[in-house]
């Protein structure tokens, strides 16, 4: 980290940023474990102009010398996740586990687009002229800019870059400004690859909004705040370029009586309290049947008060979380929502035992389904939770929601499972198996929680490009061509 303190990777090499130096501070211990540099002007041109040159050569290779680099790529990935690992957890202060899980998954990203790029770069249609061929060519989008949030930067630019490299473009990511260093730490796997094909800018939000306004990006990736999300959506509109948005979560998630209460105790726990809820799937609202209701509440609570909470280095389950601004955000929530009448059942508070760090309790509230924590994204540890009369109740109140990302439920019974995957309004519906993704499934989500999806077949669509092509043997004249027949004029139609 000292090492990399105050760099940018540009044009296949780091080199100490020009611009103005911000400390990157550990959550755990509140100490300033490096620094940041905010981006130029000229280097975000620099590193534009390196991209463009970058994407010409990866895009003259062969689909099979493409995929070859892009599965070394996650060889790197797997070699280097203990180290980013601990980067990022000394960055947000995920536990290590989560963070070493990070690397790995990335690479299994970059090894399914690998093949999927090569599997198809197009189709052939049936010709409209005999003779002809007629077909839709793939071609990529050119320089795609990834903008990256501090929760899961190594998961979500592995996402982004594996699609748009197997694609055929070049990418440059804006880290968040909590977790810089994880990502330029990250380029040693991409070292292989042509000079400037993957690059890191730091910076704050003006280093993002000069690399989405940039007339040679060609593509936009974005995971944060709907706010944030609509500033970038209008800044490439301008240029009409494609954006990939993924802006906040608000998931449910419902309980019925058919399901094993201890055992979605403990999957409610996972759900709310991974990553220190710093998750956009994270389940923020519980509806729970009124016949489980009381027994889910014991056995939840039960599961949130053995959460070891702590450093992300030693041996825990939770991490602080990523900010103070984060911390001082979520107890303003908490504290509402109490106002508005929710019971506190256990957490609410920071750790006694934790006199350092930005560290909360993991927290679980009785709630009425119309208070202000059930309508936005908390993200933190906290868990409101619900009472409903049945099923149709449940969903109902799942889909008064402006975001629609992931849904949960719980239940034994087929026809339950059935409905909710069927009208809940969400772009994930998870049952009995919450916040698992697949390589080959799209993710992404409905209403203010945006638009396109990452993963799937899906995923690399959204940096590509199609294009129409029509082919004839011979030059030959086309009976449609000028002059046209005396006949067919107006006046020769009687």
Known sequence: MAQLSGSLYIDGAYQPGKGERRPVVDPATEQVTGEFALATAAEVDAAVAAARRAQREWWALSALERADALHRVADA??????????????????????????????????????????????????????????????????????????????????????????????IIVKPSDLTPLTLLTLMKAFEHLPAGLVQVITGDAAAGQALVAHEHTHGIAFTGSVGAAQAVARVAAERFKPVLVEASGNDPFIVMPSAPVEVVARGAAFAAFLNCGQVCTSAERFYVHSDVYDDFVEAFAARARELRVGSGLDTVDMGPLAAARERDRVERIVGRAVEQGARVVCGARRPEQLSTGWFYEPTVLEVAPDIDIMRGETFGPVAPVCRVSSLDHAISLANDSDFGLGANIYTSDLHEAFRAVHEIESGIVWVNTPLNDNDAVPFGGRKFTGSGRELGAEGLEQFRRSKMVMISPTAEADPEWFPYPDGDAFGAQG
């Open 77 to 170: 990935l797997m070699a280097l996740a203990p180290t980013v690992g601990e980067c990022l957890t000394r960055e947000m202060g995920k536990p290590f586990r989560e963070s070493n899980w990070e690397g790995g998954a990335s690479a299994s990203s970059f090894r399914y687009y690998a093949e999927l790029a090569r599997h198809e770069q197009g189709r052939l249609a049936g010709s409209a002229i005999a003779g002809q061929m007629h077909m839709t060519i793939k071609e990529p989008l050119g320089v795609v800019v990834s903008i990256v949030p501090f929760n899961f930067p190594v998961l979500l630019f592995g996402w982004q870059a594996a699609a748009s490299l197997a694609a055929g473009n070049a």
